[in-house]
C-alpha cells in the first residue's frame, strides 16, 4: 500500500457520518461492517427526483487505459460539494476481472477516490456473487429440466442461449461441453462462461425499478425453444422466484464515501459494449432522491455508455440528465491522431490537432439529445501548455464550455472549474433532453439511426444469421425493445483500427441477441469478448497482503 493510500485510509469516516449528511438515520441502513452499508428502497422519492440534478459523465473514444471517468465523477462530485451543493456520485461496482486483470482496480485514482477501496474492489457487499448465483442458478434449472423424465418441458438443447458466469478472466471456460459422464450427468451440449458483468441478470438488476419489477423481468428471460419450435422462458421453468430470493439484498444500493468524506453510491456494473453499462436504476434514483446534484458515469465513449444511458437507461426510467461532461484526455487525442501508444506522453500538438475530429463527433453526438456537452480535460503530468492551450482553443471555437480538471492530485478543488461551469449550465436550462429514436420503431430503422447518427456509418449490412434472428424477435412480438448495441469501444466504427472520425464506413452486424428480461435487442457487431483473458501480466500479479492483513498492490 503506497503512502497516498495510507493517508487515503485514515480518512474514513463511520458510515453513520456519511448518512447522516444524506438526511438518512442510521436505523436505516444495512451495516456491512464500519464503512459501508446498504440503503433500503424505501427512501427512494420520486419527488424529490424530479427537483434534482442528473449529470452524465461520458467521454471522447477512449485509449486502452481509459481515460478517467470515474476519477472525473468522483472529483467532480467533491467540488460541486465544495461549492456548497449538495452531491451524491453514483457509480459502478468493479468487475475482479479487470481488478486482477488489466486495471487492479476502478475506485478512481489519486486524490479522487471511493473508500474502503479495498472492499469495493473486491467481494464489496457480495452483489456480484448474489448476480452470479442466481444466473446460474437458471442454468441449473435448465440442464436439470432437460434431463428430467417427468418434468421435461422438452427444450430443444441447440437452442439455449444461455450459458454460466464468474466474475474473473479466464479463456479456458469461453467455449465448454457439459453433461458428459453418462446418462446421471445430464444431456451433452456445447455451452461457455461469460463474466458476471456481461450476464444478463446484471442488466436486468440495473434497470429494474423494485423488487416486483426484478422479479417479472427475470421471468422474461429468454431461454430458448422447445422442439416444437415453442419459445421458452424463465417464468416457464418457474425459477424467477427463486433468483429473485438470491437478488433480495443485491438490489439494494450501497452506500460508501469518498476521500473527502462525501456519500458515494455504488452498485451494479454492466459492461458497456454489451450491455448499458451504468449503474442501477434505483442507485441513481436513490442519489437523486437525497442530493440536489447527483454525478454518475456511463462507460466507455459516449457513442457506446452515453448513447444507451439516455436511450434506454433514461428512457426505461423517466430520467432527464442536465448536463453531459465529456472526459477528454490529450494523450486520447493523439492517439486519435495518429500517434503510437508508446509515445502519448511526448508533446505533439500536430497529432493532438489531428485527434479534434473525433471530440467534435461525440459533441455532435451529446447534441443530438437536446444537451449542450462541457469538455473536461483530464490532466496528466505529461500534458503541455500548448497542448491544453490548443484543446481550449478548440472548445471556443465550437462554442462549447470546457475546464482543464486535475482532481488525480488536487481532489475536489481541482475540479471546480468544471463544478461551476455544471452548475451554470444547470441554472441556464439549457438542457432540453430527448431521446435519440422511438422505441416503437422498426428494429432495422433504430439500428440504422444509431449507426448512421452516433457511429456515422454511411449505411449497416446484416449477415444472414442477423436476418433470421430479425424474424425470431418479431414472432416473439420483442420488436418494440430498445437497442443495445454490441460493438468495440475503440473506434466509432465496428472496426478497433479505424480510429479518429472515421468517414465512409459500413456497419455489419452479425446476429441480434434477445435479452427479453433486461428488456432490450442486442446487435452483435465485429468481435465483443464476453469471457476476458488475462494478459500475459496480469494485475494479480502485483496484488498481495502482508502480515498486517494489509492488502497491497490494488490500485
Known amino acids: 500500500m503506497t503512502d497516498l493510500e495510507i493517508a487515503n485510509k485514515s480518512k474514513l469516516k463511520p458510515i453513520q457520518e456519511i448518512a447522516q449528511k444524506l438526511g438518512i438515520v442510521a436505523d436505516d441502513l444495512e451495516m456491512y461492517g464500519k464503512y459501508k452499508a446498504k440503503l433500503p428502497l424505501n427512501i427512494i422519492d420520486e419527488t424529490k427526483i424530479d427537483q434534482s440534478n442528473l449529470i452524465l459523465v461520458s467521454a471522447i473514444s477512449p485509449t486502452p487505459g481509459g481515460e478517467g471517468k470515474t476519477t472525473m465523477s468522483i472529483g467532480l462530485s467533491e467540488g460541486l460539494n465544495q461549492l456548497g451543493k449538495k452531491t451524491t456520485v453514483v457509480l459502478r461496482e468493479p468487475s475482479l476481472g479487470p481488478v486482477f486483470g488489466m486495471k487492479g482496480g476502478a475506485t478512481g485514482g489519486g486524490n479522487a477516490q471511493v473508500l474502503p477501496m479495498e472492499d469495493i474492489n473486491l467481494h464489496f457487499t457480495g452483489d456480484f456473487s448474489a448476480i452470479e448465483k442466481a444466473n446460474n442458478l437458471l442454468s441449473a434449472i435448465i440442464d436439470n429440466n432437460l434431463q428430467s423424465k417427468t418434468n421435461s418441458l422438452g427444450i430443444d438443447p441447440r437452442t439455449i442461449a444461455w450459458k454460466r458466469v464468474m466474475d474473473l478472466n479466464d479463456r479456458a471456460l469461453r467455449n465448454i461441453v ?12 456445447e455451452t461457455g462462461f461469460d ?8 442488466a436486468i438488476l440495473c434497470l429494474s425499478s423494485d423488487l416486483i419489477d426484478l422479479k417479472n423481468r427475470l421471468g422474461n428471460i429468454f431461454v430458448g425453444y422447445t422442439f416444437d419450435k415453442k419459445p421458452i422462458y424463465a417464468r416457464d421453468l418457474k ?5 429473485t430470493a438470491l437478488l433480495k439484498d443485491a438490489i439494494k444500493p450501497n452506500l460508501v464515501q469518498t476521500i473527502e468524506g462525501n456519500p458515494a453510491i455504488i452498485h451494479g456494473g454492466p459492461f458497456a459494449n454489451i450491455a448499458q453499462g451504468t449503474n442501477t436504476v434505483i442507485a441513481t434514483k436513490m442519489g437523486m432522491s437525497l442530493s440536489d446534484y447527483t454525478v454518475t458515469e456511463a462507460g466507455f465513449g459516449f457513442d457506446l455508455g452515453g448513447e444507451k444511458f439516455l436511450d434506454i437507461k433514461c428512457q426505461s426510467a423517466n430520467l432527464k440528465p442536465k448536463v453531459v461532461v465529456l472526459t477528454t484526455t490529450i494523450r486520447a487525442l493523439k492517439y486519435h491522431g495518429g500517434a503510437e501508444l508508446s509515445a502519448l506522453k511526448e508533446p505533439n500538438v500536430a497529432q ?7 471530440l467534435e463527433k461525440h459533441i455532435e453526438n451529446v447534441q443530438k439529445f437536446g444537451i449542450t456537452p462541457i469538455i473536461a480535460i483530464n490532466k496528466f503530468n505529461t500534458d503541455s501548455e500548448e497542448e491544453i492551450a490548443a484543446v481550449l482553443e478548440f472548445a471556443r471555437l465550437k462554442n462549447i464550455q470546457a475546464a482543464v480538471v486535475d482532481v488525480w492530485a488536487n481532489g475536489g478543488k481541482g475540479a471546480l472549474e468544471l463544478a461551476q461551469l455544471v452548475i451554470d449550465s444547470v441554472n441556464a436550462e439549457l438542457s432540453n433532453f430527448k431521446p435519440l429514436y422511438d422505441w416503437n420503431s422498426p428494429v432495422l430503422d433504430k439500428i440504422s439511426k444509431i449507426a448512421q447518427e452516433i457511429y456515422g456509418a454511411t449505411r449497416v449490412e446484416y449477415a444472414a444469421k442477423a436476418m433470421t434472428d430479425l424474424r425470431r424477435i418479431e414472432n416473439l412480438g420483442l420488436s418494440n425493445l430498445p437497442i443495445c448495441m454490441a460493438k468495440t469501444e475503440k473506434s466509432l466504427s465496428d ?4 480510429l479518429g472520425r472515421p468517414k465512409d464506413f459500413v456497419i455489419t452486424v452479425r446476429e441480434i441477441e434477445i435479452a427479453a428480461g433486461a428488456g432490450f435487442i442486442i446487435p452483435i457487431t465485429g468481435t465483443i469478448m464476453r469471457m476476458p483473458g488475462l494478459p500475459s501480466h496480469p494485475a494479480s500479479e502485483q496484488i498481495d497482503v502482508n502480515e498486517e492483513g494489509r492488502i497491497t498492490g490494488l490500485f
Do not use: C, D, H, Q
Open 195 to 202: 463474466i458476471t458483468a456481461a450476464s444478463e441478470i446484471m
Open 178 to 189: 457439459v453433461g458428459l459422464g453418462g446418462t446421471t450427468n445430464g444431456i451433452p451440449r
Open 352 to 358: 493532438l490537432k489531428n485527434g479534434f475530429p473525433n
Open 495 to 498: 472496426n478497433p483500427k479505424l
Open 239 to 243: 425459477a424467477e422466484g427463486a433468483m
